[in-house]
């Protein structure tokens, strides 16, 4: 069974940072080009950035761009989410998934249960 | 790239069919066939159960359905069961290695 569990999540000031983890189980993850997605308390869905499978190709949402990083230990068959400059509207529920076909398919199964990072004074 | 447009809520009956509309431009819906669905229900996270606007995953029932008319993507889902009533997000491709969602649809099965 593929299992992503993510970590890291917790509450932090604006301006701070946090990295969340997600770890990999029953898939081939060096195989596997993966993706975080958030989701604001109460809205929808926003993609945040893609890894491809050997960790040489990352694009971000221009909402992000600049203050976080996506990365990975393929050895560890984890997955990073470094996350600097932190804002408020940064607040959300961080998921992570793997690209459904495993290479740049954009769209995504299966799923974490995801992690909370909440910014806040 | 701005967000999809889905109907905030829908609503319908045990054994009745539904459909969500799912509304993008050119640069996203109307090109790509990288459109995709997800089913969330409170507290979990999302479920694919459409992708590539028309194929339906190993395991997902056949009531779920997808379907794409120009600039704008559809779910339909047949034979409406309580367990259905879930938050609907659509997505698509945008280029430029973008990602757009819907805001998301939420389906009460009266």
């Known amino acids: 069974e593929v299992q992503l569990v993510e970590s890291g999540g917790g509450s932090v000031q604006p301006g701070g940072s946090l990295r969340l983890s997600c770890a990999a189980s029953?898939?081939?993850?060096?195989?596997?080009?993966m993706h975080w997605v958030r989701q604001a308390p109460g809205e929808g869905l926003v993609w945040v950035s893609r890894i491809s499978s050997d960790g040489s190709s990352t694009t971000y949402a221009d909402s992000v761009k600049g203050r976080f990083t996506i990365s990975r230990d393929n050895a560890k068959n984890t997955l990073y989410l470094q996350m600097n400059s932190l804002r408020v509207e940064d607040t959300a529920v961080y998921y992570c998934a793997r690209d459904g076909s495993g290479s740049s398919s954009n769209w995504f199964d299966p799923w974490g249960q995801g992690t909370l990072v909440t910014v806040s004074s | 790239q701005s967000a999809l447009t889905q109907p905030a809520s829908v609503s319908g009956s045990p054994g009745q069919s539904i459909t969500i509309s799912c509304t993008g431009t050119r640069s996203d819906v109307g090109t790509y066939n990288i459109v995709s669905w997800y089913q969330q229900h409170p507290g979990k996270a999302p479920k694919l159960i459409i992708y590539?606007?028309?194929k339906r995953p190993s395991g997902v029932s056949n009531r779920f359905s997808g379907s794409r008319s120009g600039n704008t993507a559809s779910l339909t889902i047949s034979g409406l069961r309580t367990d259905d009533e879930a938050d609907y997000f659509c997505?698509?491709?945008?280029?430029?290695?973008?990602?757009?969602f819907g805001g998301g649809t939420k389906l009460t099965v009266l």
């Open positions: 029953g898939l081939t993850f060096s195989s596997s080009w």
């Open positions: 997505c698509s491709y945008a280029g430029s290695s973008a990602v757009v």
């Open positions: 590539e606007v028309t």
